[in-house]
């Protein structure tokens, strides 16, 4: 994104003629970002060359996955449906992991059979179930465990995954409980040792800890496992006061580990890769003013894009066009919503604004759409793609009669 001349460009399409054509609420993603985003994150670890397995839940456009297929990134899948989406896509089976703490046997039946690369178990019942199905089938199953490290990765508490009063994964003695119960097991094996602590994590030293931990559970166990999954998490700069995660120590962490133990690293990037790709357009249908604050209120809705209401996270604003006029009240920016957390951005001071203008809600690449819902049954937006001069609609909206 780029202001030119007042205006607000994506790539090289002036927003409003995007609006226009489109209308609004409408998900807007720059392919070159896009592209940047996946050669940076590729060139922060070649040195270790791992397998890069896209997050599907953080953005699970078929457009979308299409390109990340092309990249050579493979796909973490938490469904039957996100499964089936990354194949249609192109992604080859062995390079998708199903992640994971409820996997149905239906969902286990698929995975075995289309031969994934990785079913990453979170219990030792979900393991139990893997071996009857893969005897049924009379199959040999690939499956990875997943520790709980027990480490704080710092980062908002409802996307916290690695602590032990979270629901994720196995605790050291369970782990190790269950390497031996299915060591020699004919129809499974073990061939991955999994872990992820968190999302929008944005300091390398939880990580630090984490692979401490990993060292510590392999020299206990003297298992040799063939993948180490590391998960994904790394977080992006949605405010300017964030600091940038630092890659390259965490990479030099990684390097260390690696002279020790010679297994093939996992990782599951979604935010990092796709968050700051898009923005979400929106119109102002209303603003309506207090004695302290002015409410610009917004055609997007919690419905749209569920973060700021489900974990109180932070998306900037910005208006398609930039004036030089400044308002100093309380700006909310809310949605139609009958809900009092339908709500995206306080700020003090904000450029002057009118009813039936324009604004972008940034970085809402990842679990913006993915997270969208027919809540008061609002249709759901539309999505587009922009490269260079063009733009390309790759998810039509949907009508009130597709959902009535």
């Not at 100093?328 to 920016?333: E, L, R, V």
């Amino acid at each position: 994104m780029r202001f030119k001349k007042n205006k607000l460009f994506i790539e090289k399409v002036e927003g409003l003629k995007l609006v226009k054509k489109f209308g609004t609420p409408t998900y807007c993603y720059s392919l070159r970002k896009l592209r940047d985003n996946i050669r940076n994150f590729q060139k922060s670890f070649s040195t270790i060359n791992p397998i890069l397995c896209f997050s599907v839940k953080s953005n699970s456009n078929l457009q979308i996955l299409k390109e990340i297929k092309k990249s050579g990134m493979g796909a973490d899948v938490v469904s039957k449906g996100e499964m089936m989406q990354a194949l249609k896509a192109g992604i080859s089976p062995k390079k998708i992991v199903f992640s994971g703490v409820g996997k149905k046997t239906e969902e286990l039946k698929f995975a075995i059979d289309k031969k994934i690369l990785l079913i990453n178990a979170e219990s030792e019942s979900e393991i139990f179930e893997i071996e009857r199905l893969a005897k049924l089938k009379k199959k040999i199953v690939d499956v990875g465990i997943r520790l709980n490290p027990n480490i704080d990765a710092k980062t908002l508490k409802k996307i916290s995954t690695g602590k032990h009063e979270d629901k994720f994964g196995l605790t050291e003695k369970a782990f190790l409980n269950i390497l031996n119960k299915f060591r020699n097991s004919k129809f499974v094996q073990i061939k991955c040792l999994s872990v992820h602590i968190g999302s929008q994590i944005t300091d390398y030293k939880p990580y630090s800890k984490m692979i401490n931990v990993l060292d510590r559970l392999l020299e206990k166990s003297k298992y040799v496992f063939d993948y180490i999954d590391l998960g994904g998490g790394i977080g992006i700069q949605y405010e300017k006061k964030t600091k940038l995660f630092n890659y390259k120590k965490y990479n030099e962490i990684i390097k260390n580990f690696l002279r020790k133990y010679k297994v093939k690293i996992i990782f599951e990037p979604g935010r990092s890769i796709i968050a700051n790709s898009a923005v979400l357009f929106a119109q102002i249908i209303y603003i309506k003013s207090t004695t302290k604050k002015k409410f610009i209120i917004l055609d997007a809705a919690m419905n749209d894009l569920m973060r700021p209401a489900l974990y109180g996270s932070y998306h900037n604003i910005i208006p398609l066009i930039k004036n030089n006029k400044r308002n100093k009240k309380i700006h909310d920016f809310v949605g139609p919503v009958c809900e009092t957390t339908d709500k995206f951005l306080s700020v003090k001071g904000f450029y002057h604004l009118e009813e039936k203008e324009y604004v972008a809600i940034s970085d809402v690449g990842a679990y913006g759409m993915s997270l969208s819902s027919n809540y008061n049954l609002r249709p759901k937006a539309c999505e587009i793609l922009i490269e260079n001069n063009l733009s390309k609609l790759i998810l039509k909206r949907q009508k009130l009669s597709n959902i009535i």
